[in-house]
């Protein structure tokens, strides 16, 4: 399993981007997660979706009701919705995939996507 993480850039506070994730391989059975990690920081887990899309899993309110998590089978690729984007989430995102994980202990990473939020 490979994965292509995408999307990531130099946003405003307040403004919004929209994270993807690109696997080669037939992972439309795994779990896939979003992580993050800022400088000087431990990489963090922000998002998780299951295999079929049916359950969604967020950080603490760091993230929740801003971040939001999809996917599409069809194409092999999983979304993170980043809205009302504040300089606290400036890091480096990675995608993740896993046949049972959801909030830690991944067994596939990208490469990770910039992501850079201005006061």
């Known amino acids: 399993v490979q994965l292509q993480a995408s999307g990531g850039g130099l946003v405003q506070a307040g403004g919004s981007l929209r994270l993807s994730c690109a696997a080669s391989g037939r992972t439309f059975m795994y779990n896939m997660g979003w992580f993050r990690q800022a400088p000087g920081k431990e990489r963090e887990f922000v998002a998780a979706?299951?295999?079929?899309?049916?359950?969604?899993?967020y950080a603490d309110s760091s993230v929740k009701g801003r971040f939001t998590m999809s996917r599409e089978n069809a194409k092999n690729t999983v979304y993170l919705q980043m809205n009302s984007l504040k300089p606290e989430d400036t890091a480096i995102y990675y995608c993740?995939?896993?046949?049972?994980?959801?909030?830690?202990?991944?067994?596939?990473w990208g490469q990770g996507t910039q992501v850079t939020v201005s006061s």
């Open positions: 979706i299951s295999w079929s899309g049916g359950a969604t899993y």
């Open positions: 993740a995939a896993d046949e049972h994980r959801l909030r830690d202990g991944y067994r596939y």
